[in-house]
């Protein structure tokens, strides 16, 4: 004869944790850093690998740790740097990434001002209300839009403080629901086709692949990428790309601004320095409505946080046989 035995059991997984979901930098002149701290903990009894999914060497958000395992109970801190070299708002959401757990999101906010340019304050209570404000349409409406319709008394704001729509028209936005976690991390919100989120601008590619670029120097680079954004907003928007010095990949032009519903061309350029090497980055650009770059022009309900879109870009200078 023969028995069959039946037998279960739980996989013991890590759990990880941030101190905190946000970490507000605050206002910045140009010019000035400032460090905060964010602690990561392990409260389970077994290893626990992570990694923030961001390129700290081209990022204005600098981190001195991106990657390691965590050993059980273990709490270890995270020192992160903003050093903007545009007066603009900052917005940017980093995913941490865990072996056998869903994503940890922390977000990133800080505003530059100058001499010169004092743009509106991000803060914040306006990333909360911000989600509300996208999952009811109403975030492809630029601020003074938004105030105007308030002034009309066709919005008015709930007890969050977030917008509510009062006439449902044939044009009312529809609803928008935000994603779990896994969701988020794997769906590109630049993407028109693919994404569920609210698409405000989306890029024809985020990926640039120059291949093999041997021969070429700073004098004779190879040929730039085109990139194309598409604005679907009903406001006019300003890209600003964060490109460092002597960084060997940029995008021109630099600053630009995109008109309601329509599409502007960049390119992508690669300008490398050295024979038989890698090159890889991630490059980092800033969309926001163009009403935010002076504070007078916005009231504090309608703020809305900028986007923050990345780029994908390598090539390399191997020669035949040294690859």
Same mark, same amino acid.
Not at 52 to 72: E, Q, V
Not at 99 to 104: E, K, M, R
Not at 191 to 209: G, K, M, P, Q, V
Not at 253 to 265: Q, R, Y
């Given at each position: 004869?023969?028995?069959?035995?039946?037998?279960?059991?739980?996989?013991?997984?890590?759990?990880?944790?941030?101190?905190?979901? /946000? $970490?507000?930098?605050?206002?910045?002149?140009?010019?000035?850093?400032? $460090?905060?701290?964010?602690? %990561?903990?392990?409260?389970?009894?077994?290893?626990?690998?992570?990694?923030?999914?961001?390129?700290?060497?081209?990022?204005?958000?600098?981190?001195?740790?991106?990657?390691?395992?965590?050993?059980?109970?273990?709490?270890?801190?995270?020192?992160?740097?903003?050093?903007?070299?545009?007066?603009?708002?900052?917005?940017?959401?980093?995913?941490?990434? /865990?072996?056998?757990?869903?994503? *940890?999101?922390?977000? *990133?906010?800080?505003?530059?001002?100058?001499?010169?340019?004092?743009? =509106?304050?991000?803060?914040?209570?306006?990333?909360?209300?911000?989600?509300?404000? &996208?999952?009811?349409?109403?975030?492809?409406?630029?601020?003074?839009?938004?105030?105007? &319709?308030?002034?009309?008394?066709?919005?008015?704001?709930?007890?969050?403080?977030?917008?509510?729509?009062?006439?449902?028209?044939?044009?009312?936005?529809? %609803?928008?629901?935000?994603?779990?976690?896994?969701?988020?991390?794997?769906?590109?919100?630049?993407?028109?086709?693919?994404?569920?989120?609210?698409?405000?601008?989306? =890029?024809?590619?985020?990926?640039?692949?120059?291949?093999?670029?041997?021969?070429?120097?700073?004098?004779?680079?190879?040929?730039?990428?085109?990139?194309?954004?598409?604005?679907?907003?009903?406001?006019?928007?300003?890209? &600003?790309?964060?490109?460092?010095?002597?960084?060997?990949?940029?995008?021109?032009?630099?600053?630009?601004?995109?008109?309601?519903?329509?599409?502007? =061309?960049?390119?992508?350029?690669?300008?490398?320095?050295?024979?038989?090497? *890698?090159?890889?980055?991630? *490059?980092?650009?800033? %969309?926001?409505?163009?009403?935010?770059?002076?504070?007078?022009?916005?009231?504090?309900?309608?703020?809305?946080?900028?986007?923050?879109?990345?780029?994908?870009?390598?090539?390399?200078?191997?020669?035949?046989?040294?690859?």
């Amino acid at each position: 004869t023969k028995s069959v035995l039946k037998v279960s059991g739980t996989c013991k997984g890590p759990k990880v944790s941030l101190q905190t979901s /946000l $970490l507000n930098f605050g206002l910045v002149n140009l010019g000035e850093k400032i $460090l905060r701290t964010l602690e %990561i903990t392990n409260s389970s009894d077994v290893p626990a690998p992570f990694q923030f999914d961001i390129d700290s060497s081209k990022s204005i958000f600098s981190f001195d740790r991106l990657s390691g395992t965590l050993s059980p109970g273990e709490t270890r801190s995270v020192k992160i740097t903003f050093s903007p070299i545009h007066p603009i708002p900052h917005n940017r959401r980093v995913a941490c990434l /865990l072996h056998h757990q869903d994503p *940890l999101f922390v977000d *990133l906010i800080g505003t530059c001002h100058s001499d010169t340019e004092k743009p =509106a304050i991000v803060l914040p209570k306006h990333l909360s209300l911000y989600r509300t404000n &996208m999952t009811r349409g109403l975030t492809i409406y630029p601020p003074d839009i938004l105030d105007a &319709m308030i002034e009309e008394n066709k919005l008015s704001t709930d007890s969050e403080g977030a917008l509510v729509l009062h006439e449902q028209t044939e044009g009312t936005p529809e %609803i928008h629901p935000f994603p779990d976690a896994v969701t988020e991390y794997f769906n590109d919100d630049f993407n028109r086709e693919d994404s569920i989120l609210l698409s405000h601008i989306t =890029a024809s590619t985020r990926n640039f692949d120059f291949g093999r670029c041997v021969g070429r120097t700073e004098e004779t680079p190879p040929e730039p990428l085109p990139l194309s954004l598409t604005n679907h907003t009903t406001g006019k928007v300003t890209v &600003m790309w964060t490109c460092k010095p002597h960084s060997p990949f940029r995008v021109t032009p630099e600053v630009t601004d995109i008109p309601p519903l329509k599409s502007t =061309a960049f390119r992508v350029v690669f300008q490398p320095s050295q024979i038989n090497t *890698l090159y890889e980055a991630e *490059l980092e650009g800033f %969309i926001f409505y163009k009403v935010l770059r002076n504070y007078r022009n916005v009231k504090d309900a309608t703020v809305c946080p900028p986007w923050c879109i990345t780029l994908r870009v390598r090539g390399h200078t191997f020669e035949l046989g040294q690859e």
